[in-house]
């Protein structure tokens, strides 16, 4: 603990599996923020940089982020040796830094970072849980609930109720060693779009003047729960016909789901934009967010869009209706349910003063009870907690 005021309280290394764009990434840098303007030393380090982001990490972060390299994707078998050098490498920062806490941010980067954090000597170790992961083995889940019971990990956070519920009743984590603290949004007030940006917009994605635009934003996965989104299309674009459809995000999905779009017959009405750095730019130009999703923990995607005003169409599931009251600041609708999208979304399409009602509570919503500081506070509150209890 510091000497003075001006010393660090804590120093802390933040740990992702991957530099990619998405909600637990958005997590862990904002966190960073928060801890770093506390005067805390802070570090975030990843086990490899899936898209290039390494560079745009470090001109956006006042902290430290180091790329481990410990995997290159196509790489077979020679990942083995990758991953021991980047295990070694984290050994090896941990030992140097002298780090009071550890956090990590996924399975996989609980189950490789958090037995060395253990190993090297950090006090304290907490494992981070932000919902189900899609095709995880089940020697793998066991695996994880071993370490995360066992005294290698000193906590674990679960980013909702739902999600602290399931890692007990599901995966058999221990009740005691884990504790609910909500994602929270760094709350930034975007440059306002100029004119020719909301015409090169409307350009890019054929949006006609007197047509809406519905946005999607997530990974192009199963979880994700597009290909519903696109069933239910067909039967919104025969009496809204120039509403504009706009997916945001990659994956392994994409050619899958853009041949549905064509057999559909809705391929002119969707666009799948790929990974897109302008997504605050998307949100304003929105009129209607969906996230219809089969599972989630506590969407990034869907607080930003909510900040932004936009009334939001979302799957009841896990922290999505820990956010959402149905009728109140959006609309819920069970998960897998083309139809139930369909009907929705035509009623918020025909509704313009159902979409301002909703958008506004929803914005309110976020700005009074989901602030980053909040989620901050909670951090801090537990690493300080956990320190203490050491022996």
């Known amino acids: 603990m510091p000497e003075n005021q001006n010393d660090p309280a804590l120093s802390i290394l933040l740990l992702?599996?991957?530099?990619?764009?998405?909600?637990?990434?958005?997590?862990?840098?904002?966190?960073?923020?928060?801890?770093?303007?506390?005067?805390?030393?802070?570090?975030?380090?990843?086990?490899?940089?899936?898209?290039?982001?390494?560079?745009?990490?470090?001109?956006?972060?006042?902290?430290?982020?180091?790329?481990?390299?410990?995997?290159?994707?196509?790489?077979?078998?020679?990942?083995?040796?990758?991953?021991?050098?980047?295990?070694?490498?984290?050994?090896?920062?941990?030992?140097?830094?002298?780090?009071?806490?550890?956090?990590?941010?996924?399975?996989?980067?609980?189950?490789?970072?958090?037995?060395?954090?253990?190993a090297a000597g950090v006090p304290v170790r907490v494992a981070g849980h932000h919902g189900r992961i899609e095709q995880l083995p089940a020697w793998m889940c066991r695996l994880h609930t071993w370490v995360v019971n066992s005294r290698i990990t000193s906590s674990l956070v679960a980013v909702s109720n739902r999600v602290q519920s399931y890692a007990i009743e599901v995966e058999g984590i221990a009740p005691e060693k884990i504790?609910?603290?909500?994602?929270?949004?760094?709350?930034?007030?975007?440059?306002?779009?100029?004119?020719?940006?909301?015409?090169?917009?409307?350009?890019?994605?054929?949006?006609?003047?007197?047509?809406?635009?519905?946005?999607?934003?997530?990974?192009?996965?199963?979880?994700?729960?597009?290909?519903?989104?696109?069933?239910?299309?067909?039967?919104?674009?025969?009496?809204?016909?120039?509403?504009?459809?706009?997916?945001?995000?990659?994956?392994?999905?994409?050619?899958?789901?853009?041949?549905?779009?064509?057999?559909?017959?809705?391929?002119?009405?969707?666009?799948?934009?790929?990974?897109?750095?302008?997504?605050?730019?998307?949100?304003?130009?929105?009129?209607?967010?969906?996230l219809p999703s089969l599972w989630e923990g506590l969407p990034i995607a869907l607080l930003e869009a909510m900040a932004a005003g936009l009334p939001v169409v979302a799957t009841r599931v896990e922290g999505v209706e820990e956010v959402i009251v149905d009728g109140e600041n959006g609309m819920l609708l069970p998960p897998a349910d083309p139809e139930s999208l369909r009907i929705a979304l035509l009623r918020l399409l025909a509704q313009s003063d159902l979409r301002v009602n909703l958008g506004m509570a929803g914005q309110t919503l976020v700005q009074g009870s989901f602030s980053l500081d909040q989620m901050g506070k909670r951090y801090e509150d537990l690493f300080v907690r956990l320190l203490e209890d050491k022996p």
């Open 179 to 290: 504790v609910a603290i909500p994602n929270r949004h760094a709350l930034r007030s975007p440059a306002q779009l100029s004119s020719d940006e909301r015409f090169e917009i409307s350009e890019e994605l054929g949006l006609h003047p007197d047509g809406l635009l519905v946005l999607s934003v997530g990974r192009l996965m199963e979880q994700k729960g597009h290909i519903y989104l696109l069933e239910a299309i067909p039967g919104i674009i025969e009496q809204f016909p120039d509403t504009v459809f706009a997916i945001a995000g990659d994956g392994p999905l994409r050619a899958e789901l853009e041949a549905r779009a064509e057999r559909l017959g809705i391929s002119k009405s969707v666009h799948f934009l790929g990974m897109r750095s302008d997504v605050p730019a998307l949100l304003q130009m929105a009129h209607i967010f969906v």
């Open 16 to 118: 992702g599996s991957q530099m990619a764009t998405g909600g637990a990434q958005r997590v862990l840098l904002d966190q960073g923020r928060w801890f770093h303007k506390r005067n805390h030393a802070v570090m975030a380090a990843f086990l490899y940089d899936r898209e290039g982001l390494n560079g745009k990490y470090d001109e956006e972060c006042a902290f430290p982020v180091i790329n481990l390299h410990a995997w290159r994707p196509g790489s077979g078998l020679a990942n083995l040796f990758h991953l021991i050098g980047g295990l070694v490498r984290l050994y090896q920062l941990v030992r140097k830094e002298r780090f009071d806490v550890i956090e990590s941010f996924t399975h996989h980067a609980n189950l490789l970072s958090l037995p060395v954090a253990w």
